[in-house]
């Protein structure tokens, strides 16, 4: 994980959402943005947008870096 942008209806529940963001992630943790906003969709409390990479695009742009025939990185 990259990044997060967390939405919130109420800031007050902050402290939950930090806790679980501990559950779920350990450090170095992704960079996140939390912002408390007045409506979010279907009448949600929380909403979160979150950046990602996996290893497989992680592997491909390795690939790509490398000089052609070389094995070794440009």
Known sequence: MIKLTIYLRSIESLSVV???YETYFSAPFPAR???EVSRLAMGAL????AVA???EAIQ?????NRAPGT???L
């Open 60 to 64: 491909a742009e390795n690939f790509r």
């Open 33 to 35: 943005t939390t912002v």
């Open 71 to 73: 094995g070794t990185e």
């Open 53 to 55: 990479i996996t290893n």
């Open 46 to 49: 929380i909403e979160i947008e």
């Open 18 to 20: 930090d806790e679980m």
